[in-house]
């Protein structure tokens, strides 16, 4: 689709800046990311302006291709300044006895859950070993999704320890960007967790820290 193509090379509020001048609304808000819904419904966009790790998540569903458990991936993008956009379909949040009963297939490891928990797994390991401030693999309430049919989807299944990594950049942010390179965060504060909970005092303060790197020339867009 040549719509998300042209996504290729923007930043994380010019993405934005389309969806929203092409009528996508507003559906979800993570811990980082915002997600937006197609005009016609059947899509969403989930834009983040600083992403650590969901690319783990693209890659398990990229591995297990059109399993039934996980959501089809319709494009997938790194954006300029650090940030990622991941266009799926769109789905419904559940209710909690639909992720009580995942919760227990998952556990139990069999059939279809049992297929996408291994691979799941040995992903889990492999960024475990390379991504720096990875947290791990969990199915929480909001990670289980169902399509309009009622179908069990599972999304957004790895998480990152984000107060280690907040910590980390404001205690050093040198060595911060030797872990991460400084181009890949350019946009870190403008994250949805910040958005909803920080002071405006850790605000400068992020975005301070941030800075530091960026505007000795490493980074300049
Ligand atoms: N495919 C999807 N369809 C509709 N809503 C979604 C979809 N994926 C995520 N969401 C919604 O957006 C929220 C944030 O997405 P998520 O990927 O969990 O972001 P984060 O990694 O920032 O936590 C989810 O809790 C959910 O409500
Ligand atoms: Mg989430």
Redesign the pocket.
Same mark, same amino acid.
């Given at each position: 689709m040549d719509f998300f193509a042209e996504f290729d090379g923007l930043d994380h509020r010019q993405v934005t800046s389309r969806l929203l001048a092409e009528g996508w609304t507003v =559906? #979800? +808000? #993570? *811990?980082?990311?915002t997600?937006w !819904?197609s005009p016609g419904g059947g899509l %969403?966009a !989930?834009v =983040?302006p600083f992403e650590p790790g @969901?690319q783990v998540f693209v890659e398990l569903c990229r591995s297990l291709s059109g399993h039934r458990l996980l &959501?089809r991936i319709e494009f997938d993008a790194e954006l300029s300044g650090g940030g990622r956009v991941t266009v $799926? *379909?769109? +789905? @419904? &949040?559940s209710e909690p006895a639909l992720h009580e009963k995942a919760s227990r297939l998952w556990e139990a490891g069999e059939g279809d859950f049992g297929a996408v928990r291994a691979e799941a797994e040995r992903l889990d390991a492999e960024a475990r070993a390379s991504l720096p401030f990875w947290g791990g693999l969990g199915l929480n309430p909001?990670?289980v $999704?169902t399509t309009l049919s009622g179908e069990v989807k599972l999304?957004?299944l790895y998480f990152m320890s984000g107060h280690e990594l907040y910590a980390a950049l404001l205690r050093d942010p040198a060595a911060f960007a030797e872990a991460i390179p400084a181009e890949r965060y350019a946009h870190l504060p403008e994250i %949805?967790f910040i958005a909803r909970n920080s002071t405006p005092d850790e605000i400068s303060e992020l975005r301070r820290a941030a800075a530091v790197v960026q505007d000795s020339g490493r980074y300049s867009a």
């Open positions: =559906c #979800g +808000l #993570g *811990e980082w990311a997600v !819904r %969403a !989930r =983040c @969901y &959501p $799926m *379909e769109f +789905l @419904y &949040p909001h990670n $999704m999304v957004d %949805a």
